[in-house]
């Protein structure tokens, strides 16, 4: 079993994977990272940014409307991970399952 498993981290195919999957990760994670420390750094330096009327008139500041913003972001973001993951990772990694099925039945 360690042999097999010593053998799929191997396989060309499954770095390739792994490292696929971790830059979509990270650039998805430091993106949102962004986005929320951006928002809580304009909250605490520049508030009066965030307090501004959207329309003359209204009681809604500009900050609600940023926040609304970075949290129907964040669920778009998260569909495109689910997205990218059931049509191009799933694809891959059902070809590397094959190809090691096929390698370790010999």
């Keep these: 079993m360690a042999n097999d498993d ?10 390739q994977l792994r490292r696929q999957r971790l830059r979509l990760r990270l650039a998805l994670t430091t993106l949102l990272v962004v986005l929320y420390l951006g928002y809580a750094l304009i909250a605490l330096y520049a508030p009066h940014w965030f307090s501004a009327p ?3 008139g209204s009681v809604i500041g500009f900050g609600v409307l940023v926040a609304y913003a970075i949290i129907i972001l964040s669920i778009v973001l998260s569909g495109v ?3 990218w993951a059931n049509t191009r990772f799933e694809a891959q990694e ?6 090691l099925e096929k390698a370790l039945d010999r």
Excluded: E, L, R
Excluded at 8 to 13: G, K, L, S, T, V
Excluded at 94 to 99: M, S
């Design 81 to 83: 991970y689910v997205h």
């Design 54 to 56: 959207v329309a003359t």
């Design 94 to 99: 059902n070809a590397v399952k094959a190809a």
């Design 6 to 15: 010593h053998q799929i981290a191997q396989d060309p195919n499954f770095i």
